[in-house]
């Protein structure tokens, strides 16, 4: 750990101790660590006389250091090493002057590259693209455009070609347009998809009007590609182009222009993604209808809501369909197709409903629900007023609508209703639902209870605990009583609270059955509370056995979380 | 806001089929017929040959989401340890009915297979950077878990070597392509909460976690646990059976310990994603009161904190505008400060952080070179953003970062733990 400390607080002074370190095979990393981090001309010293004695791994090792350290004074010392027997070695040097990346290391590389052995090629390569790189940053792109096609013309691995090709266009500027687009025509796969990567970064906007030509004259394969490379800038895209391949050729070009219009698309594309979407093609319509949902914009929103007036048929019902999709206020235009002869725009028009109704508009939703205009619309009439009011920000006052609609319903719509306030949930549903499975009516008795029984927070145990002693039939009782317990199983509480409802609900519980439950909660939670219940339940004659079982589980895990539970237990006689 | 821009998106032009992933938002992605082979299978032209290198508890999970996709074809294993060479070769095996897995115990050997195209690489944090960038040098697309480098000068070859060698890279930060996080990380990046005040990370612990020496123990045969590749990058130390497996070595985070990365580098990179992948934050100061605050350079703040989270699972963000908030977590849940924002949109809960949308991310822009969710950039900017606190923490004070130098302001001990150097003969 001294050589982390070093690291990060040793001066030039620690410099000779660590030098010492360099031939361990053991500590020469630990020293490195503190000689790449002290600043100063003493740590670059020690390395470069290290290096000319070091062999093998440790050389690397300290070739390493220099190179990270972009020591220029050693550029001599590495281009000695560059010819090296040890093909490691010698990499190492390679890469080291790329990163140093003055003229004198440049100089080296390049006179070395297409002499080096075919062991250490490919480094020599690495470190002639890292140098380019460098002088490229530095603003001498002349000189790095030059080392980039030196290796584009060496016998090295694809993977080099790969990095320099890149380099070149990129050098270039504006100028490497053509050298990119000449990428784009290799056969070989590799440069292709270089091509494709580095189009994404080209500068300007000339190259999107090349990728736009190139993506026409491509085979079908590679243009399915070269879409997503334009959709990729899409400030500059050829939009025309994507659009055009959006409507017509190969199917796979279409789905990725179809798929690409998602991100570049504007309103203008919408007479054909339209088109598209009720094509006979399921592929196609199925992309074009995902597109259409995801088109970026309020203008293609507008456009869609101008449109609805005048559409028919396929077109209208896929319109409405994405003013649903897309949340568009359009109530007006929504509410005129339900009154359509064709049962698939008014579901259609349902839906969207669903999708779009704001609080304020309920009503008129809510009454196609209560006045069943046409029997077959009922369904779908129900499930969007459903999806419209688990939708309302405004819990409370969308159930006091549902509930005055209730009212006035018929007897067949009053569950249903009452199961879309279910939907809703907060306070006021729960007091709705709770009056409900205490009213006369048998429909509602059932629907209520059975909503609350299945109440997804604590909010509705006052309710069940009410509703299990005076429902009106002893199943709808039962129903709650188990809704109550499950309440007191699920739910985060204080101990003595869910204590406290084990007790009510065993005092409530007139079967076995639910008495079981109970115990089960008890000792699911085991606490002095649930302890001491447990034991006074074993007055019940029906739960002796049962709750001294409990019981003494309880005391088990309380003893062993090392919880004294003296004073608590009582035996049975 | 398109009702859908936060759901994953389906790629109906690739020839790829969607596994079955259970969730109600996504569709299965239509293959046309003209792509399957006989029997269905995807045509050997359109696979993605994979290799995995390190294949432990993680990897293997991730290794199960690979073999999850039709286009994938997982053809060899590489780990230093032979009994787990043995157990995933198996897995490989058993999947696809023959005994094709080959194994390696050196990776340089499965980097060298030219048909392979992508490599998983899920070893210990220590080799994540390096590994990742010998994988790009060796032409291959690289899924690379996280943390990803050990310290900000990793971060930024990392990017760089990504884009020099044009590689497709993803950080196993899965997190972005699960619907609930994309749509609180959208609300926020597209002004939805008000001008965006605060980011909060759950960075799972600030304190440095250090490996350091252990006793040495009798090494084992090198083809049974190879000490020495183990070790890798990492500062030699001799071989106790406690260095292996699990989270070793500065714990990913370098000279200084990475103890804001276990969930920091899931937690910034969402932080991140909100922030709409803006460059690190330029300031970072020292815990106080459980908080450690940074900021952006347009003031926005980032706060790593570890209490007072809504109980929504682990790796929790929470972003604050001038006009709302948003809380998310892997329970699959978010909360909102008004139902508004959700705006009647439907968000899939999808808890327990699968990888599966992940890697069908990965592998699609395996396929396209396009950048996948959790690339070299995003990953590099996050991390940047994790170490810079680290760093803040170790040094129990104030740092400055500059983003255009990627140096700190005036402070060489801070600029002293920017990097570290690697252990004989490994580089960057």
């Known amino acids: 750990m001294a050589c982390k400390h070093l690291a990060i607080h040793g001066s030039g002074d620690a410099v000779p101790e660590l030098a010492k370190l360099l031939p361990d095979p053991q500590l020469s990393s630990w020293a490195r660590i503190a000689l790449e981090a002290i600043p100063g001309r003493r740590p670059g010293e020690a390395l470069r006389e290290a290096a000319e004695s070091l062999e093998g791994r440790l050389l690397v090792g300290t070739i390493n250091s220099i190179g990270v350290r972009r020591d220029a004074i050693a550029v001599n010392l590495l281009e000695t090493l560059l010819k090296e027997e040890d093909a490691e070695v010698a990499s190492a040097a390679a890469v080291a002057l790329g990163n140093i990346a003055n003229d004198a290391a440049a100089r080296a590389l390049r006179e070395s590259l297409f002499t080096a052995p075919s062991s250490v090629r490919s480094a020599f390569a690495e470190g002639c693209v890292l140098c380019a790189e460098r002088l490229d940053a530095a603003g001498r792109s002349d000189v790095a455009a030059e080392i980039y096609d030196q290796v584009r013309t060496a016998d090295v691995p694809t993977q080099r070609i790969v990095e320099a090709t890149r380099g070149a266009i990129l050098a270039r500027k504006q100028a490497g347009l053509p050298l990119l687009m000449e990428t784009f025509q290799s056969p070989n796969n590799e440069l292709f998809q270089l091509a494709l990567s580095t189009a994404r970064e080209f500068p300007g906007v000339e190259v999107d009007q090349a990728l736009a030509a190139e993506m026409v004259s491509a085979a079908p394969d590679r243009a399915t590609l070269i879409i997503q490379a334009m959709a990729d800038r899409p400030k500059s895209v050829v939009l025309a182009a994507v659009l055009d391949s959006a409507r017509h050729g190969n199917k796979r070009v279409r789905l990725s222009a179809i798929e690409a219009l998602r991100r570049v698309g504007n309103e203008s594309c919408l007479p054909a993604l339209l088109e598209i979407a009720v094509d006979d093609d399921a592929d196609l319509s199925q992309a074009a209808e995902e597109t259409l949902a995801a088109l970026p914009g309020a203008s293609v929103d507008q456009q869609i809501v101008a449109m609805l007036p005048k559409a028919e048929g396929q077109n209208l019902q896929l319109l409405l369909k994405l003013i649903g999709q897309r949340r568009i206020d359009a109530i007006n235009g929504v509410y005129a197709a339900l009154d359509y002869s064709d049962p698939a725009v008014r579901h259609a028009a349902l839906t969207a409903l669903g999708e779009t109704v704001k609080l304020n508009s309920l009503h008129r939703l809510i009454s196609e629900v209560v006045n069943h205009r046409h029997p077959d619309d009922a369904t779908v009439a129900q499930q969007a007023l459903g999806v419209a009011s688990a939708r309302m920000p405004d819990r409370a006052a969308c159930v006091l609508q549902l509930a005055t609609a209730m009212e006035r319903a018929s007897e067949a719509t009053k569950p249903i209703l009452l199961e879309i306030i279910g939907g809703v949930g907060g306070t006021k549903a729960l007091e709705v639902i709770g009056d409900a499975a205490m009213s006369d009516d048998p429909q509602m008795q059932d629907t209520g209870s059975r909503l609350l029984g299945k109440w997804n927070s604590v909010d509705a145990a006052p309710a069940l605990l009410e509703l299990a002693k005076t429902a009106p039939k002893e199943k709808y009782q039962i129903r709650a009583l188990r809704g109550y317990i499950g309440l007191a199983r699920k739910f985060a509480m204080s101990n003595v609270e869910r204590a406290k409802m084990c007790r009510l609900a065993l005092e409530v519980s007139t079967r076995l059955e639910e008495k079981k439950l109970a115990l089960d909660v008890i000792k699911l939670y085991p606490s002095h509370a649930t302890l001491k219940l447990a034991v006074s339940a074993q007055q019940d004659p029906e739960l002796t056995d049962l709750a001294t079982i409990a019981a003494q589980e309880i005391e088990r895990k309380l003893t062993a979380d090392g919880s004294d539970v003296s004073g608590v237990l009582s035996r049975p006689q | ?428």
């Open chain 2, 1 to 428: 806001m398109s009702n859908n821009q936060s759901q994953v998106h389906r790629r109906h032009f690739l020839k790829t089929s969607a596994t079955a992933i259970g969730a109600s938002a996504l569709a299965p992605t239509i293959i046309p017929s003209s792509a399957l082979g006989r029997d269905g299978a995807i045509v050997p032209s359109e696979r993605i040959v994979v290799g995995g290198i390190g294949i432990g508890r993680r990897g293997g999970y991730d290794l199960g989401c690979f073999l999850q996709q039709q286009d994938v074809q997982f053809v060899a294993v590489c780990d230093i340890k032979q009994k787990r060479r043995g157990e995933v070769k198996q897995i490989a095996d058993e999947h696809y009915g023959n005994q094709n897995c080959a194994t390696y115990r050196d990776f340089r050997d499965l980097l060298d297979r030219k048909d392979i195209d992508a490599v998983l690489i899920a070893t210990g944090p220590n080799w994540h950077a390096t590994a990742a960038m010998m994988a790009a040098r060796a032409g291959k697309d690289m899924y690379c878990e996280k943390p990803v480098t050990k310290n900000i000068a990793q971060s930024l070859i990392l990017a760089e070597t990504m884009r020099r060698t044009g590689r497709v890279f993803q950080a196993g930060t899965q997190r972005r392509n699960l619907p609930h996080f994309a749509f609180a990380c959208e609300l926020a990046r597209t002004g939805k909460l008000g001008k965006l005040k605060k980011v909060y990370a759950h960075p799972r612990g600030m304190q440095a976690m250090m490996s350091g020496w252990l006793p040495a123990e009798p090494e084992p045969e090198k083809d049974i646990v190879d000490w020495d590749m183990y070790l890798g990058p990492a500062a030699w130390r001799p071989f106790n059976k406690k260095l292996l497996d699990g989270f070793n070595f500065e714990k990913g985070g370098g000279l200084v310990g990475g103890g804001v990365l276990e969930w920091g580098s899931h937690c910034v990179d969402l932080c991140q994603w909100a922030v709409n992948d803006c460059l690190p934050p330029v300031e970072y100061n020292a815990p106080k009161n459980g908080e450690l605050v940074a900021r952006y350079e347009n003031g926005t703040k980032l706060i790593f904190r570890e209490k007072g989270w809504i109980p929504l699972g682990s790796c929790p963000v929470r972003f604050e505008g001038e006009t709302g908030w948003v809380e998310a977590g892997d329970s699959g849940k978010i909360v909102l400060s008004s139902p508004e924002l959700l705006a009647g949109h439907e968000v899939a809960e999808i808890g327990g952080y699968p990888a599966t949308y992940h890697v069908r991310d990965f592998l699609d822009c395996v396929k396209t070179r396009g950048q996948p969710k959790g690339n070299a950039v995003a990953a590099c900017n996050a991390h940047i953003a994790c170490h810079a606190a680290n760093i803040a923490l170790h040094l129990g004070r104030q740092v400055k970062y500059d983003n255009t130098t990627h140096k700190f302001i005036n402070d060489e001990p801070a600029n002293r733990l920017r990097s570290e150097a690697l252990r004989e003969p490994w580089r960057l």
